[in-house]
């Protein structure tokens, strides 16, 4: 049976792409649309390949629910943030639960909540001398970051990894495993863990 998917990101949109790439022959997958409030992001010139036009809205239309009622007639299986970075609000929770996943560049719980996102999370791993990383997928509620874990794969680090060495190693993962745990999900091959 097709299942339909729809993006939301807000900037440089590496994950967004390799998702298009993965599915672009799959007859049983169907990304709808990918939506941005950032009309400046990358991901918008990344989906232009894929014959796939980006969708941007502004904080209005977020919050009002108008986009809510959008995304809603268009009845997807799955919602997907991929670095989305604007707190998804409880309507929307509440309209589609357990069906919109995040992917988080930490081994939540640890480099959580507000303001932890993309550079921001790997400089304070590396501050914090961590020996490892990794990936979260996770359904989102309510709360940033709390939503209960699909996925996490991690991977080690060492002192001579600067920020930049362990933003690679972060999308590394999140190329290898983001889009096979989208297809899990929507085969019912996966929940939680
Ligand atoms: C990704 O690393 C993703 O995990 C992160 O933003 C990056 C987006 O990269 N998300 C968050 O930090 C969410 N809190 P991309 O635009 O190239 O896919």
Same mark, same amino acid.
């Given at each position: 049976?097709?299942?339909?998917?729809?993006l939301?990101?807000?900037?440089?949109?590496?994950?967004?792409?390799?998702?298009?790439?993965?599915?672009?022959?799959?007859?049983?997958?169907?990304?709808?649309?990918?939506f941005?409030?950032?009309?400046?992001?990358?991901?918008?010139?990344?989906?232009?390949?894929?014959?796939?036009?980006?969708?941007?809205?502004?904080?209005?239309?977020?919050?009002?629910? %108008?986009?809510?009622?959008?995304?809603?007639?268009?009845?997807?299986?799955?919602?997907v943030?991929?670095?989305?970075?604007?707190?998804?609000?409880?309507?929307?929770?509440?309209?589609?639960?357990?069906?919109?996943?995040n992917?988080?560049?930490?081994?939540?719980?640890?480099?959580?909540?507000?303001?932890?996102?993309?550079?921001?999370?790997?400089?304070?791993?590396?501050?914090? %001398?961590?020996?490892?990383?990794?990936?979260?997928?996770?359904?989102?509620?309510?709360?940033?970051?709390?939503?209960?874990?699909?996925?996490?794969?991690?991977?080690?680090?060492?002192?001579?990894? %600067?920020?930049?060495?362990i933003?690679?190693?972060?999308?590394?993962?999140?190329q290898?495993?983001?889009?096979?745990?989208?297809?899990?999900?929507?085969?019912? %091959?996966?929940n939680?863990i």
């Amino acid at each position: 049976m097709l299942k339909k998917i729809i993006l939301l990101a807000s900037g440089n949109g590496s994950n967004v792409e390799n998702i298009c790439r993965f599915f672009e022959h799959d007859d049983n997958i169907e990304i709808l649309g990918v939506f941005t409030n950032n009309p400046k992001a990358g991901v918008l010139k990344r989906i232009e390949s894929f014959g796939l036009k980006g969708i941007v809205f502004d904080r209005t239309k977020f919050t009002n629910g %108008n986009l809510l009622e959008e995304i809603k007639a268009l009845s997807p299986d799955l919602i997907v943030l991929a670095g989305f970075l604007w707190k998804i609000g409880p309507d929307w929770v509440r309209s589609f639960p357990s069906k919109i996943i995040n992917i988080h560049p930490a081994l939540l719980p640890k480099y959580g909540g507000k303001g932890m996102y993309g550079n921001y999370v790997h400089r304070a791993v590396k501050e914090n %001398n961590e020996k490892e990383t990794g990936i979260t997928i996770h359904y989102v509620n309510e709360e940033y970051d709390k939503g209960n874990f699909i996925f996490q794969a991690r991977v080690s680090l060492y002192d001579q990894d %600067n920020e930049s060495d362990i933003a690679a190693k972060i999308h590394s993962l999140e190329q290898q495993h983001f889009p096979k745990i989208i297809a899990s999900l929507l085969n019912n %091959n996966v929940n939680e863990i």
